[in-house]
């Protein structure tokens, strides 16, 4: 995944807009506060931005985005984030918002799972199909006090898992990625997964076939983790059985558990707001039933609303430029076209570099 670089130290600031959701249309949604001369940050429940197209399809091809006449999921979201990344905008990773609260003064507070709240003049819901969470492995009952230490869901830090008896669970492009991404880091790689063959991409399928014939990793195939075993509040042993009843146990102090995301409309369905078929209903500006509170892309419903990636790019750039007037009362609201305003951008920064050559010219010349 391409690196996030954010400058912003204090998330608790005052911003313009809070975006919640970091699929496309929050990333575009993004740009688009830069292209309107407005701060914004985006919360995002996931480890990464890209939203279903970087948790539910990453390696498939997309045909249907103008100007892009075929292109994988994943540079799909790291050229939004481009676009996006020239202008700034906070991102905070990681972070569920579970409520958000208009004060007296017209601004918005959104409190997120971290106990974090943040502070914006409007609010735009980006949440598509509502926030994705892990699979997890019900059959292990309750492991959440593992979490985090010898039980993952997602790759963090590779030194989680370094020196240690990793066991990956899955099938899928992410397993099969981090199968390879962790076999010179940890002592040892062992995937398990129910299916008889890999979901994911050909390439890293045959690679870990490699490995695995190469004696490097083991690889259970048709087969499920049944239990574990806990010993001083950390993971040491795993229990296996195979499709056909055979029993095993391997052990292991890392186990991590890559089978896919599920999505949850979660506290946003019980926030007040006009629902109609698990969708925040708008108007023509892109707001819902409360001032200042908008949205755009999957989860924003009017009639005739189609759920694609480019309806949810062009319902961000009428959001935000819908929410320019709540945000800045009494202003007039200019149409922006990009190329007229990158043209300025770039012939005042050429002017400044001029000027500025100019300053250090004559300081030389007067030493
Ligand atoms: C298999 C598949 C293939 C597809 N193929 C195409 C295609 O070829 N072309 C096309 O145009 N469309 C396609 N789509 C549809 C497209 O992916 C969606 O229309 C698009 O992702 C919607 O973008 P979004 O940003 O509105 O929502 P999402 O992509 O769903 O992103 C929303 C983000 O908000 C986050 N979020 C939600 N709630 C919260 C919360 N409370 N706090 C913090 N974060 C939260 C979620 O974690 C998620 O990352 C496909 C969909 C699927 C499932």
Request: aromatic share 6%; with cysteine.
């Amino acid at each position: 995944m391409f690196d996030i670089h954010n400058p912003t130290t204090d998330h608790h600031d005052m911003r313009d807009l809070t975006i919640i959701g970091g699929g496309p249309t929050g990333i575009f949604a993004a740009f688009q506060c830069g292209m309107n001369n407005i701060s914004c940050r985006i919360v995002e429940s996931m480890a990464q931005l890209g939203g279903q197209l970087a948790a539910l399809y990453p390696e498939k091809h997309i045909y249907d985005v103008a100007g892009f006449p075929e292109v994988p999921a994943i540079d799909l979201v790291e050229s939004l984030w481009k676009q996006a990344e020239r202008y700034n905008p906070d991102v905070v990773l990681g972070e569920t918002v579970t409520k958000y609260t208009k004060l007296d003064d017209g601004t918005f507070e959104t409190r997120t799972d971290a106990g974090n709240v943040y502070r914006s003049k409007a609010l735009l819901i980006a949440a598509g199909l509502g926030a994705f969470e892990p699979r997890k492995l019900p059959q292990l009952g309750n492991i959440d006090h593992l979490v985090g230490s010898s039980v993952f869901y997602a790759v963090r830090s590779v030194s989680d898992f370094k020196d240690k008896h990793v066991v990956i669970v899955g099938g899928g492009d992410s397993a099969l990625d981090w199968t390879v991404g962790l076999m010179k880091t940890a002592a040892s790689v062992t995937l398990v997964h129910r299916g008889h063959e890999f979901q994911g991409h050909g390439k890293t399928a045959h690679e870990v076939e490699m490995a695995r014939e190469a004696g490097t990793i083991a690889v259970h195939l048709e087969t499920e983790v049944r239990r574990i075993e806990e010993s001083s509040g950390e993971l040491c042993r795993l229990y296996l059985r195979s499709s056909s009843g055979e029993e095993s146990c391997l052990d292991a102090d890392r186990l991590l558990i890559l089978i896919g995301f599920k999505s949850n409309l979660g506290p946003l369905a019980g926030w007040d707001l006009e629902l109609c078929d698990n969708a925040l209903v708008v108007d023509t500006h892109m707001k819902t039933s409360v001032d200042g509170l908008y949205a755009a892309g999957d989860i924003a419903h009017y009639p005739g609303k189609l759920k694609i990636i480019q309806t949810g790019l062009s319902e961000a750039t009428m959001a935000v430029r819908h929410s320019l007037s709540y945000i800045k009362p009494g202003e007039k609201i200019r149409n922006v076209f990009s190329s007229v305003k990158m043209a300025k951008e770039k012939k005042a920064a050429e002017a400044n570099n001029a000027a500025e050559g100019a300053s250090k010219a004559s300081e030389n010349k007067a030493e």
